[in-house]
Structure formats: C-alpha cells, structure tokens
C-alpha cells in the first residue's frame, strides 16, 4: 500500500507538471495573456548572464541578482507589457510571429514549505522566424510556486541560459 506522504508527494509533482505544460501550450499557441494569469502579482522572472569562467571559480559562472546586468529582470508589470507591444503588430522584432515550440522536462520539487514550492526543470526552446530563422535555447529553471485561490502560480523564475553568447537576434519570446 501506499503512504498518504508518497500520494501527496506523486498528486504535487502532477499538478506541477500540468502547469508546465499548460505554460508552455499557452505560449505555443499565442495565448500569452493567459499565460500571465499563471504569474503572481509579485512575480520576479529573472535571467541572469553565464559567463565563461575558470575552474573552481563557480561563482561568477552567472550575473549576480540585482548586482550585474541580466538578459531579463521584469515583473508582472514589465511582463504585460512586453505581451501588449507583441500584440500591437507594430514589433518589428515580431512582425511576421515567432512559431515557437516550449519543451520542459526532468521537473523536479526540491523543496516544499507550507504555501510555496521551488521546482528545477530543464528546457528547450525552438523558435522559427520568416522562412530560415531559427534559434534553440536550452537551459535550467528553477521556479518557486504558489498555490493561489487552489491553483499553483509562478512566483519566482530563475533562466538559466547552457550558453553564454545569445545567438538569437532578440529575446522577444518568453522562457
């Protein structure tokens, strides 16, 4: 027989994995402004730059949170934004639309506190643009979730880039 702990622990990685993937079929079909609904208020949704370092300097392999520059560092309010100028046809980085397709995969709870989650998962990411631009981002998350109103909500994410020169000519998609 099962323990009420492991069902607990299999029904939380579930719930998990369907709002990983619920994100990533919004943001394959367009639907971004209900994949912000999948965001806290107080989001923070930050991708830091991998450098190249020396061995055992591990530390600086990434930009420092606040500290360093970073690809991307938005909240909700910076978020919406970035949906709204998508959607007003007049982006040029997005005129014609990215086709995009989001993979996320070895999703793992790392931690569980009374009303939050922190989650890893890897990533990839492919985007074709007009007839021959194509860019693959692959990568590290780590979210901490929320559950709001019964629902998990992203709280926190943190992008973590495998590479560190963006080959993309911009970063108009989302992560």
């Known amino acids: 027989m099962v323990s009420s702990a492991v069902m607990e622990s299999i029904v939380l990685k579930h719930e998990i994995e369907e709002l990983f993937s619920l994100e990533a079929e919004l943001l394959d079909s367009r639907h971004f402004e209900e994949w912000l609904d999948l965001f806290t208020d107080d989001v923070r949704y930050w991708m830091p730059l991998h450098r190249n370092v020396k061995a055992g300097e591990w530390e600086r392999e990434r930009t420092r949170e606040t500290v360093d520059v970073s690809w991307i560092d938005d909240d909700k309010l910076t978020l919406t934004q970035r949906v709204k100028q998508i959607r007003s046809g007049i982006h040029w980085a997005e005129e014609p639309i990215s086709r995009l397709t989001h993979i996320v995969a070895n999703i793992r709870v790392v931690d569980v506190t009374d009303d939050e989650v922190k989650t890893t998962s890897r990533f990839?990411?492919?985007?074709?643009?007009?007839?021959?631009?194509?860019?693959?981002?692959?990568?590290?998350?780590?979210?901490?979730?929320?559950?709001?109103?019964?629902?998990?909500?992203?709280?926190?994410?943190?992008i973590l880039l495998d590479q560190s020169v963006l080959l993309p000519k911009n970063l108009t998609f989302f992560i």
């Open 124 to 158: 990839l990411v492919y985007r074709n643009r007009v007839e021959t631009e194509t860019d693959i981002l692959v990568g590290k998350r780590e979210d901490t979730l929320r559950k709001v109103d019964g629902n998990w909500m992203v709280a926190r994410r943190v």
